[in-house]
């Protein structure tokens, strides 16, 4: 899927006030998903035990969940702003 799918508003639809802040609340949601994982420890003393190469892959792998949720938060944002930009 590449085109962002975005609702239209219109008369028998669900409506713009109603879409908006769904996908608002949405976007605070995935916020404080990254906010929360901020928080998480990721320190060499959990992991070593794994090898040396372990407290690396985590870190890696924490890089990455952070991306996935910006990536979330991202697509979330502009459905917002072009839900904004509709008519009625």
């Known amino acids: 899927m590449n085109k962002l799918m975005v609702p239209t508003v219109h008369l028998n ?14 976007m605070n949601a995935v916020q404080d998903a990254i ?21 690396n892959d985590a ?3 924490r ?8 990536e979330v938060h991202t697509e979330l944002e502009a459905i917002a702003v072009e839900i904004s930009e509709q008519g009625k």
Do not use: C, N, W
């Not at 639809?13 to 949405?26: C, F, Q, R």
């Open 59 to 61: 870190m890696l792998q």
């Open 63 to 70: 890089a990455r969940q952070f991306e996935h949720l910006e």
């Open 13 to 26: 639809g669900t409506s713009k006030e109603a879409l908006l802040s769904e996908y608002v609340t949405a």
């Open 35 to 55: 906010d929360a994982l901020k928080k998480v420890t990721v320190h060499g003393r959990d992991y070593y035990p794994q090898g040396d190469r372990a407290i």
